[in-house]
């Protein structure tokens, strides 16, 4: 089955302790990004890779890295968390980046940090 | 950048009910897509749908690319159809990054 998959998805957790969410895709996209919810700002662009070993910000990206070793995986870092970044975190990729290819989204990851 | 308005921000339905979702969008675009969030907070894809008409079970969707608008249309809900219903589009040239419209929120009552 074509899927993304976010791990964990749901996380409590304290300031300043670093943590990783990991996603995974299993459709050969070249295309992955981040998002983040938040209420009465909707979802907005962390990170977004375009292949492997290409990433670029995107609107709020302060607070946090990414990587994109492998075609399949590209994990969110949050290095020094703070409570600001509270948040529903997606993990979407597309088959490349051309904007009429369809994005397909994960099932999200709750993060809360106290 | 582009703009992208939903309406009814809010509606509540009886089981059974048929409804239309509005989304308009400021500029042309090559791609939109319908998402449903359930309670739990899972984003659904419902339709990717860049012009014309596509159907699903009891869900179909119409794109008007050139009057820059497309409809949800929900029949004979359930109480499982009850969220929130999200279109989003690509930013022009800004590959595909998508911008996600304000939402309806859609609440299914026997």
């Known amino acids: 089955e074509a899927q993304v998959t976010q791990n964990p998805r749901y996380l409590i957790t304290v300031t300043g302790k670093k943590l990783t969410v990991t996603c995974s895709q299993n459709?050969?996209?070249?295309?992955m990004s981040w998002y983040r919810q938040d209420p009465g700002l909707g979802l907005r662009q962390i990170y977004y890779?375009?292949?492997?070993?290409?990433?670029d910000k995107g609107d709020v990206p302060e607070g946090y890295k990414v990587s994109r070793k492998e075609k399949r995986n590209f994990p969110l870092i949050l290095e020094s968390p703070s409570p600001n970044q509270t948040s529903l975190y997606f993990c979407?990729?597309?088959?490349?980046?051309?904007?009429?290819?369809?994005?397909?989204f994960g099932d999200g990851t709750r993060l809360s940090i106290l | 950048g582009i703009q992208v308005e939903q309406s009814p921000p809010d509606l509540i339905l009886q089981e059974g009910a048929n409804s239309t979702l509005r989304c308009n969008f400021s500029?042309?675009?090559?791609?939109l897509q319908w998402f449903h969030q359930n309670p739990w907070g899972q984003l659904i894809n419902l339709f990717y749908?860049?012009?014309g008409t596509k159907q699903n079970g009891r869900l179909s969707a119409t794109t008007v690319a050139t009057e820059r608008y497309s409809l949800l249309y929900i029949s004979s809900s359930q109480t499982t159809d009850s969220g929130v219903y999200f279109c989003?589009?690509?930013?022009?040239?800004?590959?595909?990054?998508?911008?996600f419209g304000t939402g309806t929120q859609l609440k299914v009552e026997l």
């Open positions: 979407a990729s597309s088959r490349h980046r051309d904007s009429q290819q369809p994005q397909h």
């Open positions: 459709m050969n996209h070249e295309y």
């Open positions: 890779s375009m292949n492997v070993e290409v990433t």
């Open positions: 500029d042309s675009v090559n791609n």
């Open positions: 749908i860049p012009s």
């Open positions: 989003a589009v690509p930013l022009t040239g800004g590959g595909n990054k998508l911008t």
